[in-house]
């Protein structure tokens, strides 16, 4: 059985560069500004100076560094940055000149920075002053020159872009334009690489997940257009659209939220070099934000912080994504805020949210929210057969949003995809009075989200990786004890009671460790990095079978 969502829209044959800044789609003026410094807002890029930014940015890549000279999305330029004003036209200006932009976490290692750049076969470096030498280092190990390692300065009202070997050469003083191609071929669209994202794997270097125009310009739209065709009204649409760019922009929701989505939604990104929690509150009540998407991290901060008054008075929408947000901390951060939260849900490989709360609408039940449009989903079971109402089985996707592959990897791509082209999520979910559930566990009529307990314990010093599900209890049919499954450090020692008494310490009664704690070399996991739950949960199930034995 397919799950559709309540509408479908033609989408429009756009290329991504064509939508943000030449599209009535995109409610943007020339004047409006995009993005300015949250610790100086005068600093800042209006529309139409983003433009020519990208412009002459996409000549040099183009001139200087061949980028796009054999071909639209064949050459690569990675980045790794910390978040600046001009960090967005970078990523246009890449794309524009024909190449693709492949995104870096700051948090990287050199080793694991040099894998990244020989997995994405890029030819030029993007980086930030305080990751100068890491890169550079990088690009040595590769054999990439230092003159084709640039440093970009965009905070405090800087404006340069320079070779690493070469800070008097400042490659944003060029005035000659570069224009970029107008795709309207559907193929083109779908099938052209113009992002490369990384998402975490089971073992090895990440995998680098191909996004195509069609892919970045469906998620653009449909999270907008579901908002402006609400049934309820629209009255949102008359607030200026306002954000404080807090998360990382080398995964998903920071590169979709920071760069593209402000241009189609009308409004401003504040930009932080790097989340603080009190400069992030404190930005919120000074920009008068309106709109937050974030994740269940963020909301905890929000929740445990004695700073947060009035802060979000303004805020008329909030979004919550990257993990399932508990019950409990929802009703604590909406009574912070003053305004209900909607979960998201998706992943790289979706692009994003496949999911989203119609304006007006709330939902307080734990469930993903309704599909986007054009978005098909099904339930199946371990031998991909559709499940029935009520009962839990893996999540498949299809639609616009859904990537077609990793790059330079044909085995984890067909591993990921059904042989009918369906998208293995690997999340478990049961669909319940019209709604798509994700997998929870339920100890004595109360909800525990596996992820939430996972997220805390990876801040134990001795734990590597984790995966929480919930094991039968013996003395009770039906109720489920959360277990945790823990890989350790290297060289780091911990026992099972330590890290009960350390979730004892800081969660509720319910999210204890009543299940145990397994040690274990590895946490099954898909080609996409998800964790395979039902293979540890039916281990689970084995074990308490073999102890009634």
């Not at 560069?17 to 500004?33: A, D, K, Q, V, Y």
């Not at 639209?72 to 890449?94: E, H, R, T, Y």
């Not at 469906?218 to 579901?226: C, D, I, P, Y």
């Amino acid at each position: 059985m397919q799950y559709l969502p309540e509408k479908d829209y033609d989408l429009p044959r756009l290329d991504l560069l064509t939508l943000l800044f030449e599209s009535p789609l995109s409610l943007t003026t020339e004047s409006t500004i995009l993005h300015a410094e949250a610790a100086d807002a005068t600093n800042h890029i209006t529309k139409a100076q983003a433009r020519t930014i990208i412009r002459r940015l996409a000549h040099v890549f183009r001139s200087q560094f061949g980028i796009g000279v054999n071909g639209p999305g064949k050459d690569a330029v990675l980045c790794i940055s910390s978040n600046q004003v001009l960090l967005p036209a970078v990523f246009c200006a890449i794309i524009g000149a024909g190449g693709v932009y492949a995104a870096a976490s700051t948090a990287l290692t050199v080793p694991e920075l040099t894998n990244q750049l020989r997995q994405s076969k890029s030819k030029v470096v993007v980086t930030c002053s305080e990751n100068r030498s890491k890169a550079l280092n990088a690009a040595r190990a590769c054999g990439i020159p230092p003159e084709r390692v640039l440093v970009l300065d965009s905070m405090g009202h800087r404006r340069s872009l320079c070779a690493a070997d070469n800070p008097g050469r400042n490659y944003l003083q060029g005035t000659v334009e570069m224009e970029w191609d107008r795709v309207t071929n559907i193929e083109s669209l779908e099938n052209t690489t113009v992002c490369l994202l990384y998402s975490s794997g089971t073992t090895g270097a990440p995998k680098g997940v191909m996004l195509s125009h069609m892919n970045l310009v469906s998620e653009a739209l449909f999270t907008q257009l579901v908002l402006r065709d609400s049934k309820r009204g629209k009255p949102h649409l008359n607030v200026h659209y306002r954000t404080v760019g807090h998360l990382p922009t080398a995964h998903i929701a920071g590169c979709l939220g920071y760069f593209i989505t402000p241009a189609v939604a009308g409004g401003t990104v504040y930009w932080m070099p790097r989340f603080n929690i009190d400069e992030f509150i404190d930005y919120c009540k000074k920009y008068q934000m309106t709109f937050l998407s974030t994740a269940p991290p963020v909301y905890h901060a929000i929740v445990r912080s004695g700073r947060a008054t009035d802060h979000f008075k303004t805020l008329i929408r909030a979004e919550s994504g990257a993990a399932p947000l508990s019950l409990e901390l929802q009703a604590q951060a909406e009574k912070k805020l003053g305004c209900t939260i909607s979960q998201r849900w998706g992943m790289t490989e979706s692009t994003g949210s496949v999911t989203t709360m119609p304006w007006g609408q709330s939902d307080n039940t734990g469930s993903i929210s309704p599909l986007l449009p054009n978005m098909r989903l099904r339930l199946v079971d371990e031998r991909m057969r559709d499940v029935t109402g009520g009962v839990e089985g893996e999540i498949l996707l299809k639609g616009p949003m859904i990537t077609k592959g990793y790059f330079d990897n044909s085995e984890a791509t067909a591993d990921a995809f059904t042989p009918d082209g369906w998208y293995k999520t690997g999340d478990i979910g049961v669909y319940k009075d019209g709604k798509i559930i994700m997998e929870l566990i339920k100890y004595k009529g109360l909800q525990v989200s596996p992820v939430e307990v996972e997220g805390f314990l990876l801040t134990h010093p001795s734990v590597a990786d984790v995966a929480v599900v919930g094991a039968p209890d013996p003395e009770a049919p039906g109720n489920e004890l959360p277990r945790a499954y823990v890989v350790l450090k290297a060289s780091k020692r911990v026992s099972e009671a330590e890290l009960q008494e350390y979730v004892k310490s800081n969660l509720a009664r319910h999210k204890q460790l009543r299940g145990g704690v397994l040690f274990i070399n590895e946490i099954p996991k898909s080609a996409s990095g998800k964790i395979l739950r039902r293979v540890l949960r039916d281990q689970a199930r084995s074990l308490t079978r073999r102890a009634k034995l």
